[in-house]
């Protein structure tokens, strides 16, 4: 199994919902990440895991809440967000190390209303 | 730090021509250097990567990138454009921590 799967493919949320995106891979990968990528611009870096443990956090407000229960999961968890968060929000998954490569999911397309 | 500059955001071929698509980066450290496509709703994809050894890279699709130390680069290039090369091209750079520093991403047209 050499992908990492997304789900929802499409989410929309009003301000007030809370809501979870989903994130999967099988390839004993041990770095995960999520990123936020807006219409015509590259991927922004939000949150990267290294073995189960947040490692880095790019500033990220807390209304993106990031978990990784196991070796294999990492979910992303929103509360009140706003119409500015509306995005593609992309997982990635890798083996630990600056050198390796960053596999990616297809990503959640997220509407804030 | 690390940066990486993509000369260009959108590039125009006909199909059949030669492609090349322009990056620059900079880094205080021998950098890691991919390229990735993303076509349009998707993901992104590995075409190719350079990490320590053969300066020019051969990657899938019939794409290749070389990296040139004395110019800080690692330029995109395909011999022969086709229509499904159509999509956005990302250059990325890494050094010793799992953090990739994109470039702005070159939109690549294909005209029949």
């Known amino acids: 199994d050499t992908e990492v799967t997304q789900t929802p493919k499409h989410l929309v949320m009003g301000m007030t919902n809370k809501k979870s995106l989903k994130c999967e891979q099988h390839m004993g990968h041990r770095a995960m990440y999520w990123y936020k990528q807006k219409a015509k611009k590259p991927p922004e870096l939000m949150f990267v895991y290294s073995y189960e443990k947040l490692s880095i956090n790019e500033s990220v407000p807390s209304r993106f809440s990031p978990e990784c229960p196991n070796s294999s999961l990492l979910n992303l968890h929103l509360h009140a967000l706003q119409p500015e968060d509306s995005a593609l929000y992309l997982c990635?998954?890798?083996?630990?190390?600056?050198?390796?490569?960053?596999?990616f999911g297809p990503g959640t397309r997220l509407l804030v209303l | 730090a690390q940066s990486v500059t993509q000369l260009g955001s959108h590039v125009s071929v006909s199909e059949g021509a030669l492609v090349l698509l322009r990056c620059n980066y900079s880094s205080s450290v021998p950098p890691y250097l991919f390229w990735y496509v993303q076509y349009p709703n998707q993901g992104l994809q590995l075409l190719l990567k350079y990490t320590t050894g053969a300066t020019l890279v051969k990657g899938i699709n019939g794409f290749e990138a070389e990296f040139k130390k004395s110019e800080t680069s690692f330029h995109l290039t395909k011999p022969s454009a086709h229509m499904s090369d159509a999509a956005e091209y990302f250059c990325a750079v890494s050094e010793n921590f799992n953090k990739f520093y994109f470039g702005s991403g070159t939109k690549l047209n294909v005209k029949p």
């Open positions: 990635a998954s890798g083996r630990v190390g600056g050198q390796e490569t960053q596999y």
